[in-house]
């Protein structure tokens, strides 16, 4: 199974640590919690990701994408 990143939105600052334990429940391997915005940010298997957005609490889920330039060619 493939992992993607994710940005998870929490507007709730009463229930934050709740809703992240929550998500960490059902897979989310946290990075970072950044409480005075309500995001947290982690990784979680692609397959998941219904499961992460119907946890209480979570307002969105965004999958961080990847940009490259491709190499040039002579």
């Known amino acids: 199974m ?3 990143q994710v940005s998870v939105s929490i507007p709730d ?3 934050f640590e709740s ?3 929550a998500a960490s429940a059902i897979g989310l391997k ?8 309500g995001v947290a940010t982690g990784s979680i298997s692609r397959s ?3 499961k992460l957005r119907d ?3 979570v307002d969105s889920v965004e ?6 330039i491709p190499a040039r060619v002579r």
């Open 2 to 4: 493939s992992e993607v």
């Open 48 to 50: 998941a990701l219904g």
């Open 19 to 21: 809703t992240v334990q």
């Open 13 to 15: 600052s009463d229930r």
């Open 63 to 68: 999958v961080q994408r990847e940009v490259g």
């Open 55 to 57: 946890v209480p609490g």
């Open 30 to 37: 946290v990075q970072d919690k950044l409480d005075i915005l």
